[in-house]
């Protein structure tokens, strides 16, 4: 299907919707799909910026070639060298044999091991420059959004940041492409998931390259999956900053691990009585149910978190174990947080989350509950204090 989606002066949108693909990275589900997006600049010099997953590039090269309109293509510009934007480096190298590969040090390491690539190459360095005609593009080095390669490329005529995978969103388009053309408020949830699931765990980074960027003027954000931002560049930039300076909104995520029901008796317990004391934004998460991908994503959210277990074999649910081991290895911030459990004949739980939780450095709001067997009309009680501290510290 040939056509042009211009994005700004002579800057083509050439990228597409995977829909067929049901996790990406093969971690993290992907219900509405992902898009990848590429870049054309088809100036007096041509560069296409990154390219896109190779499972849905089958006319990619046609629509590259209608674009570049009977011209050669001189640069390649890699941005990151993830196989989703880099994967077809060979396909492309075939058509286009003369074309030089625009990189880092680091780019290019990465793309001798996946491809074998060490010629036709041209290394940048922070600030470096790129003339291409009327378009003048400036590269900023800005590792670890997502992987240590990762750098930015910025327009200086059109003031348009390529950004990779910086404020990038799960979801395939439908229909809109820039944000000017959807109620892009709909793409929040799909951005925070991407960002807690792919980049979170290096929000210094995030930041780090945000104070990189500060004083240029973005007119448009072009990243390598989700919206193309040119009406409000500002607010993805809001939603990243926030999301990498770990400031979760007042609420409470109640997260549980159960097998026969003790442990989802006090989560709706403690829910409840959270609600009762006027915290209106409350999930209730049954780990078994939730993949773990959502569970991040609504954990990123808020600043509360309250993690309950039923004990198995003396140990943490295997589910809410795998929940506790990527909030360690990600570190989604500073959160106030409670913990519960509940066991047959002896615990194990509540000591694994009490653990979790001070190596998280996430002050417990009260201490933590235990209940053996069912958590009757009696026994529930115990779990009023946690609620309450829950409840007061999210208000304040
Ligand atoms: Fe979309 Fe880090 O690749």
Same mark, same amino acid.
């Not at 083509?12 to 509405?32: A, C, M, T, V």
């Not at 896109?52 to 674009?67: G, N, T």
């Not at 941005?79 to 994967?87: I, K, R, S, W």
């Not at 390598?224 to 409470?252: I, N």
């Given at each position: 299907?040939?056509?042009?989606?211009?994005?700004?002066?002579?800057?083509?949108?050439?990228?597409?919707?995977?829909?067929?693909?049901?996790?990406?990275?093969?971690?993290?589900?992907?219900?509405?799909?992902?898009?990848?997006?590429?870049?054309?600049?088809?100036?007096?010099?041509?560069?296409?910026?990154?390219?896109?997953?190779?499972?849905?590039?089958?006319?990619?090269?046609?629509?590259?070639?209608?674009?570049?309109?009977?011209?050669?293509?001189?640069?390649?510009?890699?941005?990151?060298?993830?196989?989703?934007?880099?994967?077809?480096?060979?396909?492309?190298?075939?058509?286009?044999?003369?074309?030089?590969?625009?990189?880092?040090?680091?780019?290019? #390491?990465? $793309?001798?091991?996946?491809?074998? =690539?060490?010629?036709?190459? *041209?290394?940048?360095?922070? @600030?470096? +420059?790129?003339?291409?005609?009327?378009?003048?593009?400036?590269?900023?080095?800005?590792?670890?959004?997502?992987?240590?390669?990762?750098?930015?490329?910025?327009?200086?005529?059109?003031?348009?940041?390529?950004?990779?995978?910086?404020?990038?969103?799960?979801?395939?388009?439908?229909?809109?492409?820039?944000?000017?053309?959807?109620?892009?408020?709909?793409?929040?949830?799909?951005?925070?998931?991407?960002?807690?699931?792919?980049?979170?765990?290096?929000?210094?980074?995030?930041? #780090?390259? $945000?104070?990189?960027?500060?004083? =240029?003027?973005?007119?448009? *954000?072009?990243?390598?999956? @989700?919206? +193309?931002?040119?009406?409000?560049?500002?607010?993805?930039?809001?939603?990243?900053?926030?999301?990498?300076?770990?400031?979760?909104?007042?609420?409470?995520?109640?997260?549980?691990?159960?097998?026969?029901?003790?442990?989802?008796?006090?989560?709706?317990?403690?829910?409840?009585?959270?609600?009762?004391?006027?915290?209106?934004?409350?999930?209730?998460?049954?780990?078994?149910?939730?993949?773990?991908?959502?569970?991040?994503?609504?954990?990123?959210?808020?600043?509360?978190?309250?993690?309950?277990?039923?004990?198995?074999?003396?140990?943490?649910?295997?589910?809410?174990?795998?929940?506790?081991?990527?909030?360690?290895?990600?570190?989604?911030?500073?959160?106030?947080?409670?913990?519960?459990?509940?066991?047959?004949?002896?615990?194990?739980?509540?000591?694994?989350?009490?653990?979790?939780?001070?190596?998280?450095?996430?002050?417990?709001?009260?201490?933590?509950?235990?209940?053996?067997?069912?958590?009757?009309?009696?026994?529930?009680?115990?779990?009023?204090?946690?609620?309450?501290?829950?409840?007061?510290?999210?208000?304040?």
């Amino acid at each position: 299907m040939n056509f042009q989606i211009p994005v700004s002066g002579q800057i083509y949108w050439i990228g597409e919707n995977d829909r067929r693909k049901r996790l990406f990275e093969n971690i993290w589900p992907l219900p509405q799909g992902v898009a990848y997006n590429a870049y054309l600049i088809n100036d007096e010099k041509t560069a296409l910026i990154d390219t896109i997953d190779v499972s849905v590039a089958d006319d990619f090269l046609d629509r590259l070639a209608y674009q570049l309109q009977n011209k050669s293509l001189d640069y390649l510009i890699i941005n990151h060298a993830e196989p989703d934007h880099a994967g077809m480096i060979g396909l492309i190298l075939k058509q286009y044999p003369n074309l030089r590969i625009v990189g880092n040090k680091k780019t290019f #390491k990465i $793309l001798e091991a996946y491809f074998g =690539l060490g010629e036709s190459l *041209i290394e940048v360095k922070d @600030g470096d +420059v790129l003339e291409l005609g009327r378009h003048r593009l400036q590269f900023y080095m800005t590792p670890w959004v997502h992987w240590p390669e990762t750098m930015m490329t910025y327009d200086t005529t059109d003031q348009v940041l390529f950004s990779g995978d910086a404020f990038g969103a799960f979801g395939a388009f439908e229909g809109g492409i820039f944000d000017d053309e959807m109620l892009v408020d709909r793409y929040e949830d799909e951005a925070r998931r991407y960002f807690s699931n792919i980049v979170g765990q290096y929000s210094n980074m995030v930041q #780090k390259a $945000l104070a990189k960027l500060q004083s =240029l003027p973005l007119r448009t *954000i072009c990243p390598t999956h @989700g919206p +193309v931002w040119r009406e409000a560049p500002a607010k993805v930039v809001g939603w990243y900053d926030r999301w990498s300076r770990y400031e979760g909104l007042p609420g409470v995520v109640v997260a549980f691990a159960s097998m026969y029901g003790s442990a989802e008796k006090m989560a709706d317990y403690i829910a409840r009585k959270i609600a009762e004391q006027g915290v209106r934004e409350i999930r209730v998460l049954d780990v078994s149910k939730t993949h773990l991908s959502f569970l991040l994503s609504e954990i990123w959210k808020y600043q509360g978190v309250v993690l309950g277990s039923c004990t198995y074999n003396n140990e943490l649910h295997p589910m809410m174990e795998t929940l506790c081991n990527k909030l360690l290895h990600i570190h989604p911030g500073n959160k106030i947080a409670g913990v519960f459990g509940t066991y047959s004949w002896n615990g194990g739980a509540i000591k694994h989350l009490q653990q979790t939780m001070e190596a998280l450095n996430w002050p417990l709001a009260s201490e933590a509950v235990e209940i053996q067997g069912n958590p009757d009309s009696e026994k529930i009680h115990s779990c009023d204090n946690l609620a309450s501290a829950m409840a007061s510290a999210i208000k304040k």
